[in-house]
């Protein structure tokens, strides 16, 4: 495609806004991954379980996205609070998390993603709320609706889990915990109960995440597996337990996408971000914001 | 208490050759059976009986493949459908260039994949175990982007392959590349097994135990993960050379299908991943249960099924059939 600067100035900025958006995805594989150490790569499953829900009460209700987010994102959190007890009490108790952990994610995922395709079939299902479908511009940068709400969302989730690990007691006992466990035993501090309410945040997170992904694009239960790389490309990209770092990753990632669609063409995008999560993992296996 | 050379734990004394060897023999045995089987039934018996028992066996040779460096080594390998699609994509390309032998196929993909999986193993190993899996996740997808890209074979749209006359002793096409494949899958057990009983299964199992400690006695572990990495991905790409044959119609999505992932890990974690009879137990069971359920309901329950059943195993029998058996065994004594 021929070069000029409208489109790369126009590419870059729409990489920003949906690096925004890879951030409230990759948020919860930095909080269950970095911090507590529990390989979920089902993680996007969960967000296409959200994005499903938001589907389903704007289908049946016409349900407003953002009364979804409210409504299901609790939802959410209970489950996951459920769901690392189970996980807790098969896996990490007996210390057979590496192996068999992985593969129990690796089966849920599986076992979302043909639900999913059982429940509703393999069409595209998509939400057209009026406010999304109108565009802005600011000279000759046009943004989205679209796009814009997600990147907001995404940044307001970010910034208020940060300030939830940074202020809270509970928020700092999953820091503690994700620096090193017995540590937080010998103050008085329970882990299992820290890791639970931290994998309920990011089971929480992932809903809103799917919500704000129907609102992107149309979604199909496959949809998923390509959000596996970006979230964990990201994650260790910003060095694993780094909330700032998941940010600038995110935008990285993002930029990176949309020059490659621009200027390459949409089919060699998914490669963007696993290519560069294999060029991490060999070169600087700590991330950017490493220790 | 007693004496300090007796509390000294006694060596296992090595088993004499006929004992060591009784796996071997059973798995040829079986195996020239299988054989026998293949060729004398010919075409006594309706087609589909031969297809059912080509994917069984396919799997066969991914769930033990999978098992040599999953099982043995506890590194979990969610990449199977690329290395098979290497495979596959390998045949294609030869198809295209020059015409030979299946068999030349075979031996390309084998190179071709193992070589891919020295390469990302020389990468990802030296990390802690999760990056590795993750990043045989990342290479489905780059693989299959570059396929998709790759209008030489098909790019997204597939490509059609012909199977070619047969001859000699053969009656079908089908009965040929199934007796391939009962080859394929006693040559992959056999390898297995060979692993598991030698110095490198050994190593592989103190790697898997504790990796640090291993390397402080001076396991060698770099080196091991990379034996094991290149074989199971060399086995892999072996099964999915054989596959353009197999269906004729290949495109990136049925090549890197992620039941071929799913399957390849289910099946050895649901026989159980300490034996080299774990994975075919697993395949056998998961393999024919799915061939009547596709038949009876439909092919996204059966999936369905696999997926239940791998998370019902991991949760209550995490040692799969093989951990059943070798407790019921013990508790007999």
Same mark, same amino acid.
């Given at each position: ?10 590419? %870059?900025?729409?990489? =920003?806004?949906?690096? @925004?958006?890879?951030?409230? !995805?990759? *948020? $919860? #594989?930095?909080?269950?991954? &970095? ?63 590496? %192996?068999?952990?992985? =593969?129990?994610?690796? @089966?849920?995922?599986?076992? !979302?993603? *043909? $639900? #999913?395709?059982?429940?509703? &079939? ?52 999953i820091l503690a915990v994700s620096q090193d466990v017995e540590a937080v035993r010998l103050i008085g501090a329970d882990p299992i109960r820290a890791k639970e309410v931290a994998f309920g945040i990011a089971v929480a997170s992932a809903i809103i995440a799917g919500v ?80 | ?333």
């Open positions: 495609m021929d070069f000029s600067w409208d489109l790369l100035i126009n590419a %870059i900025i729409a990489g =920003a806004l949906l690096g @925004g958006f890879y951030a409230s !995805v990759a *948020i $919860g #594989v930095t909080i269950a991954f &970095g911090m507590l150490d529990i390989v979920n790569i089902a993680h996007p499953a969960f967000m296409i379980v959200g994005a499903y829900l938001a589907y389903a009460g704007w289908d049946s209700f016409g349900m407003n996205p953002f009364v979804s987010m409210a409504v299901f994102a609790p939802l959410g959190f209970v489950f996951g609070r459920a769901f690392y007890r189970a996980y807790n009490f098969f896996f990490e108790r007996r210390g057979d998390e590496s %192996i068999q952990g992985l =593969a129990f994610f690796f @089966g849920i995922l599986f076992i !979302v993603e *043909i $639900g #999913v395709v059982l429940i509703s &079939g393999v069409d595209y299902r998509s939400i057209d709320a009026p406010f999304l479908g109108s565009t802005f511009g600011i000279g000759f940068v046009s943004v989205p609706w679209r796009m814009m709400v997600p990147f907001l969302v995404g940044l307001g989730m970010l910034g208020c889990i940060h300030l939830y690990l940074s202020r809270t007691f509970t928020g700092r006992t704000l992904l129907i609102m992107i694009q149309p979604v199909e239960p496959s949809i998923g597996r390509e959000y596996i790389g970006r979230a964990f490309a990201i994650c260790v990209l910003g060095g694993i337990t780094s909330l700032p770092g998941t940010l600038l990753a995110s935008l990285i990632l993002g930029v990176a996408e949309t020059l490659t669609t621009t200027f390459f063409g949409p089919s060699w995008s998914p490669a963007v971000s696993f290519g560069l999560l294999l060029l991490t993992l060999a070169f600087r296996p700590s991330g950017i914001f490493g220790r | 208490m007693s004496s300090r050379a007796d509390s000294v734990p006694e060596l296992r004394q090595p088993l004499p050759l006929s004992v060591r060897l009784r796996s071997g023999v059973a798995i040829l045995l079986t195996g020239a059976a299988l054989m026998a089987a293949t060729m004398l039934l010919g075409t006594q018996v309706s087609e589909y009986y031969y297809l059912a028992a080509y994917t069984i066996l396919q799997f066969v040779v991914l769930g033990t493949a999978w098992n040599i460096l999953g099982g043995y080594g506890g590194y979990v390998n969610f990449g199977t459908a690329g290395f098979f699609a290497i495979g596959c994509y390998t045949t294609i390309v030869m198809d295209k260039i020059f015409s030979m032998p299946l068999f030349f196929d075979m031996l390309a993909a084998a190179a071709t994949a193992g070589l891919v999986g020295f390469g990302m193993g020389y990468l990802t190993l030296r990390l802690r175990g999760v990056f590795f899996s993750i990043a045989t996740l990342a290479l489905t997808i780059v693989l299959q982007t570059l396929i998709v890209n790759w209008s030489f074979v098909g790019g997204a749209r597939g490509v059609y392959v012909l199977r070619p006359e047969v001859s000699g002793i053969f009656v079908s096409y089908v009965q040929l590349l199934v007796a391939l494949m009962v080859g394929l899958a006693i040559f992959a057990v056999l390898a297995a097994w060979a692993v598991e009983k030698s110095w490198i299964g050994i190593g592989l199992a103190a790697i898997r135990d504790d990796e640090t400690a291993a390397e402080t006695c001076g396991v060698p572990s770099l080196r091991l993960k990379l034996i094991a990495t290149t074989m199971s991905g060399a086995l892999m790409g072996m099964a999915g050379s054989l596959f353009p044959y197999y269906v004729t119609y290949v495109d990136p999505a049925t090549a890197f299908s992620l039941a071929i992932a799913v399957n390849s890990i289910a099946m050895p974690l649901v026989g159980g991943t300490a034996a080299w009879w774990g994975p075919v137990v697993g395949a056998v069971l998961l393999g024919s249960a799915q061939q009547i359920l596709t038949v009876t309901i439909s092919s996204a329950a059966n999936l369905f099924i696999v997926g239940v059943l791998l998370v019902l195993f991991l949760t209550a029998a995490p040692s799969g059939v093989v951990g059943i058996v070798r407790g019921w065994k013990r508790r007999r004594k």
